[in-house]
C-alpha cells in the first residue's frame, strides 16, 4: 500500500518539486511573520490599517502552522450504523445513480443504510427510488416521499427522523464519494466529544474550464489550509452538505430548530451546512475534519450559476459567521481568537478591496503592501496546491486567489439581500423553471457536470 | 481499504452506474506538456522571488544601528593645544555638533574620524561632560558642583547621526549629551529619514547619556521675511504677502513651542527644559519680537535657551552663574574646525586666571614694539600704541572674568614728547568694545573713556608736580572697583571718576593695555607692572 500519512490520494506527487514547494510555502509564510513582527515593533503608521495588516497576517499564518499540525482522525477500525441521507427533487434517473453509488460503498452491509427523501418531486423521481430500493434486501433503502414540496431542509430533517442510525452522513445528490470514504469518516466518532466530521470535497468537473479550475483548487485549498487548521482547534465551522457525517446524538435535539430556523423574520433556506454545524458546535461538541474521507461534486461551470452560488455562500456566511462568534467564546474558546479575526476581516475585506482600488484612483496612494501581501499568499497557496498534488491545477490556485477577492465586494450585495431566500432559480437554460423553489443550485446541475 | 489507489478498483464500474467516463478516483492526472509546465513554473519562481523582493524592500523597516566609534590616531597639535588649557571651575564649555556622518558633505557635518579626535582631544584635556539639569542649576543660582574643567556637548536639529555615529564615542569616552530636536522632523519608527526617529529618540534617552531640549517643532527653515529670507522664529515673516502682525508673530511662535513641548511629553513624558535658536538667532527684524521671545520660551516651560550655532565669529564665553539664561551662548564646531582648533576655541571662550607679574605675559605689540627685560616691560614706539595680550593664537586670552583689580607699576620715560597709557578693563577679551584709559604724562594724568575708535571721552584730570622719586620714574596704582575708576599717581592728586552712567557700552570687565603715546621715537619703561585683582564690589 502506498499511504502517505499527510498527502492523500495523488501518489504521483514528484517528491522533489512538493519539497521545493514547501520549502517556499516555508518562506513566505516567514516573510509574512516578519512583516507582522515589523508592524508590531514599530507600530508605525495608520494604527486602523496596521491593526488589520498584524490580524490578517497573523491569521492566514496562524492558517498554514495550524494545518501543518494537522493529522486526520485515527482509523480504529469502529464500523457504527450509519444512514447517508439523500434529499431528492426532480432527479429523476439520477437518484437510483446515487442510490446504487452509496450502496457500492466499502462498509459493513449491515450497518448501512441509505435513505432517500422524495421533495415532492414533480417528475418520475418517487418511481426511480423505488425500483433502485427494490434491488436491495429490506432495510438498506429507506424512501421517504414528502409529499410536497417543503425544502431542502425539511427533506433532510425527515430523513433524519426516519433512520436511528448512530451517524448521519449527507452527500448533496451531485457528490460522489469514494467507495472507502464513508468507513474512513466514521473513524472521527470515536472520539466521544467529536460530533461532525467533514470529508474533503473535490471537484469532479475541473477540468471543464477555467471556472471549474479555479474552483477546484480553491476547494482543495480551503479543505486542506483552512478545514485542517479548524480541526486542529476542533471547531470546523462548516461541515460541508456536500459530504460531512454528524452524530445523530449530537444533532437530534437540534433538528426542529434547525429545521424551522428563522434570521430577520425570514425562514432561512440557505446554508443548511453551515447552520448545523454552528448549531453542533453551540451544544459543546467537537467537529472535525477527514482529509482522508474524500468525495467529488461537481462545480457551477458557468459564471452565471458561481456568481449565484457564491452569492447564497456569502449570504449564509454573513448570517452564521456572527451567530457563530456569538457563542465561540464559550463553547470554543480557544477558537475564538480564529473566529473572531475570520468574522471582522472577511466583513471588511470587500471595504478594504475597494478602497484599495478606488484610493489611487482618488489619487491617494497605492496600497501596495496590501496587493503584494496578497499576490504573496496567493502564490502561498498556489505551492501548498503543488506540494500536496500534482495534477497542473496549482496555478488556477495563484489565479483564482485573485478571482475570488474580486469578487468579495459581492458580499455588501449579499448582506443587503440576506432576507431574499432565493436560491437564484431563474436559470433556465439548464434546469426546469421552477420558480421560488428552495433547492440547491448544484442539486440541479448534478447532470450538468459534463455537458459542456 | 479506502485508499482509491489499492484495490477497490474492479467494483468502480458498478458503483457508477454504467457512467461512460471513469470514477473520479480513478482518474489519471491530466498532462501537461513537459515544456509548458517548465515555463510556468520558471515564471512563476521568478515572480514569486520578485515579490518577495519587493515585500521586503517596502516593508523594511529603516532602522540602521550604532557604527563602531572610528578609530582616532594622537594629535601632538591637540596635546599641545590641550596643554595651554587653563582649569576654569565654575564655568562650563558649550560645544554645538550637528551631523557626524562620513557620507554628507554638510559643513556642519563632521566626519566620525574628526568627530571621535575632538572627544579624545576633550578627553585627553581632561574635559568632563555635566548634565543639562548642573547647567541650568547653574544658570538659576543653585549650588552645583562643577568638575574643573566643565564641558556641554549639544546637538542640534535631530540628526540619525546622534544614534548611529555621535553616540559609540560619547560611550567611549564616558561623556553625555544634550539633544536639541527639531521635533517636526522626528519621524516614526521604521521610517527612513535624515533625522531620529521616535524609537531612536527613545532609544538615546535609555543610554542615560542623554538629555533633550528642543530646536522648535517646525521653526527650522529659513522663509520669506520682508526683504530676505531668514530664521522664522526671531523674525516677523511674510504671511500672505505681507509682513505679519507682532500679535500673529507671537501666537505662531507660542503654538510652535507648544506643539514641540507636546512631543516631548508625548515621547519621552515630560517636557523640554532648554531650547536652541534654530541658527543660533535669537533676534530678528523686530526688537520687540527679540525682546517678547524669552518671556514666550519661559511661558511655554523652557528655562534656559540657547545661541551659537555656528564656528564663533565674536567673543564667546563659557557658562558662567552670571550669563543670560535665554541667551546662554556655544561655541559651534563645523567639518573644517580640527581638534587644536577646537580647543583654542575652547581657550579664548574660558576665562583666564587673572595674573601677578603682569610683565610675564605674552604680550603683542600694537603699532609699539614690546620688550620684557627681566619684570620691566618696555614699550617703543613713535605715535600712539600699546602691547595687547596675545595668546597661542594671538587671540589673546578671555578676560572677560577680570573686573575689580588694581594695576600698579612704576613708570620711567616720561617727558613732554612721551606719555605712558594704560588701559584697564580692556574689552577686547571680553566680548566689549569699550576700555579705560590712563594716560601718564610729563606733568598730568588724564583717564578717559575709549570705545573702538571713536573721539575718546574724558573722565577727568590732574595735575602731576615735578617730583618724581628721584630716578625718573613715577609709581602708578590705577584700581577699578564696580563703577569707580581711582588713579594714584606719584606726583599728584588722586583722580577719581564714575564709569557708569554716559552713553555707549558699560565698561565693566576686561584686561590690561600698557601702551605708549608718543611723537618720535620714545620709549616708556613699566616698572614690575602688577595686576591684584579685588574680592567683591
Redesign the interface.
Known amino acids: ?3 502517505r500519512p499527510r498527502l492523500p ?4 506527487t514528484g517528491r522533489l518539486t512538493a519539497l521545493g514547494a514547501l520549502v ?1 510555502v516555508t ?2 509564510c516567514a ?1 509574512i511573520a ?2 507582522v513582527g ?1 508592524k508590531l ?5 495608520d494604527l486602523l490599517l496596521s491593526g488589520y495588516t498584524v490580524l490578517v497576517g497573523g491569521y492566514v499564518l496562524s492558517r498554514f502552522a495550524l494545518a501543518a499540525c494537522y493529522r486526520p482522525p485515527r482509523d480504529v477500525g469502529i464500523t457504527p450504523s450509519v444512514a447517508i441521507v439523500v434529499p431528492a427533487y426532480n432527479e429523476g434517473e439520477a437518484v ?2 446515487t442510490i ?2 452509496c450502496l ?3 462498509y459493513p452491509e449491515d450497518r448501512l443504510e441509505v435513505v432517500v427523501v422524495n421533495d415532492g418531486s414533480s417528475d418520475d423521481t418517487w418511481t426511480h427510488m423505488e425500483e433502485a430500493a427494490a434491488r436491495y434486501p429490506d432495510g438498506r433503502v429507506r424512501c421517504v416521499d414528502l409529499g410536497e414540496n417543503r425544502g431542502k431542509r425539511a427533506a433532510m430533517a425527515a430523513g433524519i427522523r426516519a433512520t436511528s442510525a448512530e451517524i448521519l452522513v449527507f452527500v448533496d445528490s451531485d457528490s ?1 464519494p ?4 464513508v ?2 469518516l466514521v473513524q472521527g466518532f470515536a472520539d466521544p466529544e467529536v460530533g461532525a466530521v467533514s470529508g474533503l470535497t ?1 471537484v ?1 468537473n475541473a ?1 471543464h474550464n477555467v471556472l471549474t479550475r479555479m474552483q477546484a483548487a480553491r476547494y482543495y485549498v480551503s479543505f486542506q489550509l483552512l478545514k485542517s487548521a479548524e480541526s486542529v482547534l476542533g471547531a470546523v465551522t462548516c461541515c460541508s452538505g456536500c459530504f460531512a457525517a454528524y452524530r445523530r446524538e449530537a444533532i437530534a435535539p437540534l433538528l426542529d430548530a434547525w429545521e424551522h430556523q428563522r434570521f430577520l423574520g425570514v425562514e432561512c433556506t440557505y446554508g443548511d451546512d453551515r447552520a448545523l454545524t454552528n448549531r453542533v458546535l453551540k451544544a459543546g461538541w467537537t467537529t472535525r475534519y477527514d482529509a ?3 468525495a ?1 461534486t461537481d462545480a457551477p461551470d458557468r459564471y452565471r450559476k458561481f456568481f449565484r452560488q457564491q452569492l447564497r455562500w456569502k449570504k449564509s456566511w454573513s448570517r452564521e459567521g456572527p451567530l457563530l462568534l456569538a457563542h465561540i467564546w464559550r463553547s470554543r474558546t480557544r477558537a475564538l481568537p480564529s473566529v473572531a479575526v475570520q468574522t471582522i476581516a472577511g466583513m471588511l475585506s470587500p471595504l478594504v478591496v475597494l478602497y484599495g482600488l478606488l484610493a489611487p484612483l482618488a489619487g491617494g496612494r497605492f496600497p ?2 496590501y496587493f ?2 496578497l ?2 499568499v496567493a ?1 502561498g497557496y ?1 505551492l501548498l496546491y503543488r506540494m500536496l ?4 491545477l496549482w ?1 488556477y490556485a ?1 489565479v483564482g486567489t485573485f478571482f475570488y477577492v474580486a469578487f468579495s465586494p459581492q458580499l455588501l450585495w449579499a448582506i443587503a439581500r440576506i432576507r431574499d431566500g432565493k436560491w437564484g432559480t431563474r436559470d433556465g437554460d439548464a434546469e426546469p423553471v421552477v420558480p421560488a423553489v428552495p433547492r440547491a443550485l448544484h442539486v440541479y446541475s448534478a447532470t450538468g457536470g ?1 455537458d459542456g | 481499504m479506502a485508499d482509491p489507489a489499492d484495490g477497490t478498483d474492479e467494483r468502480a464500474g458498478e458503483r457508477t452506474g454504467g457512467a461512460a467516463e471513469p470514477a473520479p478516483w480513478e482518474r489519471p492526472p491530466p498532462g501537461r506538456a513537459r515544456g509548458f509546465r517548465a515555463v510556468t513554473g520558471f515564471v512563476f519562481l521568478c515572480s514569486l522571488a520578485l515579490a518577495m523582493a519587493t515585500w521586503v524592500s517596502i516593508s523594511r523597516p529603516f532602522d540602521p544601528g550604532q557604527a563602531e566609534a572610528a578609530a582616532v590616531r594622537p594629535d601632538p597639535e591637540a596635546a599641545r593645544a590641550a596643554a595651554a588649557l587653563p582649569a576654569h571651575p565654575g564655568s562650563i564649555v558649550a560645544l554645538t555638533y550637528h551631523g557626524v556622518d562620513d557620507r554628507d558633505g554638510a559643513q556642519s557635518t563632521l566626519t566620525r574620524e574628526r568627530f571621535g579626535s575632538h572627544m579624545a582631544a576633550l578627553d585627553a584635556a581632561g574635559y568632563e561632560t555635566v548634565r543639562l539639569r548642573d547647567v541650568l542649576d547653574l544658570l538659576e543660582g543653585r549650588p552645583v558642583r562643577l568638575p574643573p574643567r566643565a564641558l556641554l556637548l549639544t546637538f542640534d536639529d535631530g540628526r540619525l547621526t546622534d544614534w548611529t555615529n555621535a553616540d559609540p564615542v560619547l560611550a567611549e569616552h564616558g561623556f553625555t549629551a544634550t539633544a536639541f530636536l527639531a521635533t517636526g522632523r522626528i519621524v516614526e519608527p521604521g521610517t527612513p529619514s535624515y533625522y531620529l526617529s521616535t524609537k531612536q529618540v527613545r532609544a538615546l534617552a535609555d543610554t542615560g547619556r542623554w538629555d533633550f531640549g528642543s530646536h522648535s517643532h517646525a521653526l527650522d527653515d529659513r522663509v520669506r521675511i520682508p526683504g530676505d529670507v531668514g530664521a522664522p522664529l526671531p523674525n516677523r515673516i511674510v504671511a500672505g504677502g505681507r509682513p505679519e502682525t507682532l500679535d500673529a508673530w507671537r501666537a505662531r511662535v507660542r503654538a510652535d513651542l507648544e506643539r514641540s513641548q507636546d512631543f516631548f511629553r508625548r515621547t519621552l513624558g515630560r517636557g523640554a527644559a532648554a531650547f536652541s535658536y534654530p541658527f543660533g538667532e535669537a533676534a530678528g527684524n523686530d526688537r520687540r519680537a527679540a525682546a517678547a521671545l524669552p518671556g514666550l520660551l519661559r511661558d511655554a516651560g523652557f528655562r534656559a535657551a540657547f545661541t551659537g550655532e555656528g564656528v564663533p565669529a565674536g567673543h564667546v564665553d563659557a557658562i558662567a552663574a552670571d550669563a543670560p539664561p535665554y541667551r546662554v551662548d556655544r561655541i559651534g564646531v563645523r567639518r573644517t574646525t580640527s581638534a587644536a582648533g577646537l580647543l583654542e576655541l575652547i581657550r579664548a571662550a574660558v576665562p583666564a586666571p587673572p595674573p601677578h607679574a603682569l610683565a610675564a605675559l605674552p604680550w603683542r605689540g600694537d603699532g609699539v614694539a614690546c620688550a620684557r627685560d627681566g619684570a620691566d616691560l618696555r614699550v617703543t614706539g613713535d605715535r600712539y600704541g600699546a602691547c595687547v595680550l596675545g595668546g597661542t593664537g594671538d587671540g589673546g586670552p578671555n578676560t572677560s572674568r577680570w573686573r575689580d583689580y588694581r594695576v600698579t607699576a612704576s613708570v620711567s620715560g616720561l617727558s613732554p614728547r612721551s606719555g605712558a597709557v594704560v588701559a584697564v578693563r580692556d574689552g577686547a577679551g571680553a566680548g566689549r568694545p569699550g576700555r579705560v584709559e590712563v594716560v601718564v604724562g610729563d606733568g598730568a594724568v588724564v583717564a578717559r573713556r575709549q570705545v573702538g575708535d571713536r573721539a575718546p571721552v574724558p573722565l577727568g584730570r590732574t595735575r602731576l608736580d615735578g617730583r618724581d622719586g628721584g630716578d625718573g620714574a613715577r609709581d602708578v596704582a590705577i584700581e577699578v572697583r564696580g563703577g569707580r575708576l581711582t588713579v594714584a599717581v606719584e606726583g599728584g592728586r588722586p583722580l577719581r571718576a564714575a564709569l557708569t552712567g554716559g552713553s555707549g557700552p558699560p565698561i565693566d570687565r576686561g584686561g590690561v593695555r600698557l601702551g605708549i603715546t608718543a611723537r618720535g621715537g620714545r620709549t616708556v619703561t613699566f616698572h614690575d607692572p602688577t595686576f591684584v585683582p579685588l574680592r567683591g564690589r
Do not use: T
Open positions: 500500500m502506498r499511504r490520494a495523488r501518489p504521483r517556499l518562506a513566505i516573510l516578519w512583516h515589523v515593533a514599530y507600530l508605525r503608521g437510483a445513480r446504487h453509488s457500492g460503498l466499502v460522489m469514494a467507495p472507502g470514504s468507513r474512513r473535490y469532479r477540468e482522508r474521507a474524500e467529488w501596495m503592501v503584494l501581501g499576490y504573496l502564490m498556489a498534488r500534482n495534477d497542473g496555478i495563484f459534463g
